[in-house]
């Protein structure tokens, strides 16, 4: 288990047993109050709801309320600024939400106990929260937990292993090659850390260059993006239910894509790949076969060319409508890949635009997708030049992912679909 997890484990269970005492807490003020010995309530707050149920759910909820904050996402060097705002808007959040469920169906003669018990379940829920991650946070800052390397050279960041370090600063004599820099980028990304450059004058001139805490240095976060943690969030619990709710209401469709397959040319139903994801990291992506057994007999990966005569007469209609994609929400359940992302590319294609675009490693700090930018742009790229091209636009989608980009780009491929333009 990494550090990085650890940490992670420390947060989530100190959030576990605090909210876990929250609800306790807070039911033992409701049963004063409904003994009337406190805060002067004379009048009998009766419950209407079972006291015994919440003790399991109340922690849930905090604890997904949490994960969609993005409190979990980034464990190491939390401005403590930033962590007592998440932790209030959570508790608050969280208050609201048991207010409105539960403590509103209580029978009351008037609005003073209803405020006096959501302001007794915000302050346990906050003070009880805060407390043990502020305590945590204290401890590992304390420790220097994190492990940071400083590299020098490309020698130095091929003796690093994963696992090693949280975070690998790179800090390169003035006179460096920017090819340099990417291949840097490509070799450090696969160890899933935090990686950052030393920056020079211009570009601190320029404002390349952040300062996220004040007892460290001004450095450019190259792996950092610009969506924030809790937006990535919800875009990777959007993902992970999305895939659910298509490989279930799909899955009938997805029979009928198999049977019409296997009826229509020998081979298997399902074929897969290796594409390099998020880190740089290989995995195999799953297709309906549109094309005859063995299209690729010598090896070579090729791409697909208009009136390609490997595609079968089922494969060019699902091709059309992309219903060939349909397994890859099986991808995106796993975490190989998300709902909107660059789509990922294979190896061998993967050296060959590098050679005239070493920036394609970027790409690796965010998971690849069905849908992005760069398809809807450019549409299918059986060139180098389109290859590039789609590059491009998947970088412009990365220093602009927002959620609200993720919809518009869900809603051009919707048209996409519908007028079938896929290949």
């Keep these: 288990m990494t550090l990085r997890r650890k940490q992670q484990l420390w947060y989530l269970l100190a959030d576990l047993l ?3 005492l929250v ?10 109050v409904y003994e009337g010995k406190i805060l002067s309530m004379e009048t009998v707050v009766i419950p209407a709801f079972n006291f015994y149920m919440p003790l399991l759910v109340y922690p849930m909820v905090c604890l997904m309320v949490y994960y969609l904050s993005g409190y979990y996402l980034r464990p190491f060097q939390k401005p403590l600024g930033r962590e007592l705002l998440q932790t209030f808007c959570s508790a608050a959040v969280i208050s ?11 029978e009351a003669q008037n609005y003073r106990q209803y405020l006096g018990s959501l302001a007794v379940l915000f ?48 800090d390169l004599p003035e ?38 805490m004040l007892d460290r240095p001004s450095l450019i976060r190259i792996s950092a993006l610009h969506m924030s943690d809790s937006q990535l969030c919800i875009k990777r619990a959007f ?22 397959i296997r009826l229509s040319s020998p081979g298997p139903v399902i074929y897969s790949q290796e594409r390099i994801g998020l880190y740089g990291l290989p995995f195999r992506i799953y297709k309906f076969r549109t094309m005859i057994d063995h299209a690729e007999a010598d090896g070579i990966p090729q791409v697909t060319l208009d009136h390609d005569p490997r595609i079968t007469p089922i494969g060019r209609w699902l091709r059309k409508y992309r219903l060939d994609e349909l397994p890859q929400l099986w991808n995106i359940l796993r975490g190989d890949m998300s709902i909107v992302g ?13 050679q005239e675009a070493p920036y394609y490693c970027l790409l690796y700090k965010v998971r690849p997708g069905l849908t992005s930018w760069g398809p809807i742009r450019v549409g299918y790229t059986d060139t180098m030049e389109k290859m590039i091209e789609r590059l491009n636009c998947d970088i412009a989608y990365i220093e602009n992912m927002s959620l609200g980009l993720d919809i518009k780009i869900l809603f051009f491929t919707i048209g996409i679909l519908l007028r079938g333009k896929g290949q």
């Design 23 to 32: 609800w306790l807490l807070f039911l033992v003020f409701r049963w004063l």
């Design 175 to 212: 006179q460096h090659n920017e090819r340099e820099l990417y291949q840097l980028f490509a070799m450090l990304y696969p160890l899933s850390c935090e990686i950052s450059i030393v920056p020079r004058v211009y570009d601190m001139l320029t404002g390349a260059a952040r300062i996220d």
């Design 18 to 20: 605090s909210s876990e």
């Design 123 to 170: 302050g346990l829920q906050f003070i009880l929260s805060y407390l043990p991650r502020l305590l945590i946070t204290l401890l590992s800052r304390r420790r220097g937990v994190m492990r940071t390397r400083v590299i020098h050279s490309r020698e130095e960041a091929e003796a690093l292993r994963a696992g090693e370090q949280e975070e690998v600063i790179i």
């Design 96 to 106: 609201l939400l048991f207010f409105f469920i539960i403590i509103i169906d209580d």
């Design 239 to 260: 993902d992970t239910i999305a895939s659910v709710l298509g490989l279930v209401v799909g899955a009938p469709l997805m029979a009928l894509i198999a049977l019409q």
């Design 342 to 354: 660059p789509r990922p590319e294979r190896p061998y294609f993967i050296e060959r635009i590098m």
